[in-house]
């Protein structure tokens, strides 16, 4: 059973660029939670999603910032016009079960130049 | 919000040394998170748990959910526990909140 994946592990983009981050849960996980992780700072809670549900998006920047979890494929974190303040690490984790224990994945550094 | 502590902030400690990590919350919980962050940065779930104790290996993880609170210890720590330990609580029932976490070093 893979673990959580996460692609890409590190992505650039120019200020004004688009970022796109994949989640893939663990196999039979229907919860998947996304969190950012700052430079020399803590994780914070951005949005969690079900299949094809937003749940809570209460973390998660009201501009430029997006969450899927479509009934096919992967989570995916979009970031639209991205500015050097979004250089951080992306992690996803997913449970079988809201509050559940939680798997993360390796993490998407994205670097903002 | 449910407001999380951890202490100490920062932990350096001999090899073979016991090591314990406090948790304090804000708001009473069902169950608490603990997990490791590696150096380079990956994240390892350690214990979910909700009442007592749970063990694993050298880790145990207690909690006490009157006093709001949890303990992670490590017994014969070794430099490859080296790493920032971190608890997590539920946050009104939808997402978690996470610890501002403790770096532990230990010394060979």
């Known amino acids: 059973n893979a673990g959580v994946m996460q692609n890409p592990r590190h992505l650039v983009r120019r200020r004004g660029q688009e970022a796109r981050l994949r989640c893939s849960p663990m196999?039979?996980?229907?919860?998947v939670y996304w969190y950012r992780q700052l430079p020399e700072e803590g994780l914070k809670f951005m949005v969690y999603l079900q299949k094809e549900n937003i749940i809570d998006e209460s973390g998660m920047p009201k501009e430029r910032f997006s969450a899927e979890f479509p009934k096919e494929g992967p989570s995916i974190l979009r970031i639209q016009q991205v500015v050097r303040g979004d250089s951080a690490a992306y992690f996803c984790?997913?449970?079988?079960?809201?509050?559940?224990?939680?798997?993360f994945g390796p993490g998407t550094r994205l670097t903002v130049t | 919000k449910n407001e999380v502590e951890q202490s100490p902030q920062n932990l350096t400690a001999q090899e073979g040394e016991f090591i314990t990590i406090n948790c304090s919350y804000s708001?009473?919980?069902?169950?608490l998170h603990w997990l490791q962050q590696h150096p380079g940065g990956g994240i390892v779930s350690l214990f979910m748990l909700s009442s007592g104790k749970k063990k694993h290996g050298r880790l145990i993880a207690t909690i006490n959910i009157q006093e709001k609170h949890s303990s992670l210890h490590i017994t014969a720590s070794h430099p490859r526990d080296s790493a920032v330990y971190i608890c997590?609580?539920?946050?009104?029932?939808?997402?978690?909140?996470f610890g501002p976490g403790t770096r532990l070093s230990v010394l060979p």
């Open positions: 196999k039979g996980h229907s919860h």
């Open positions: 708001v009473g919980i069902s169950a």
């Open positions: 984790a997913s449970s079988p079960l809201l509050l559940d224990e939680q798997y």
């Open positions: 997590a609580v539920p946050n009104y029932g939808q997402n978690f909140v």
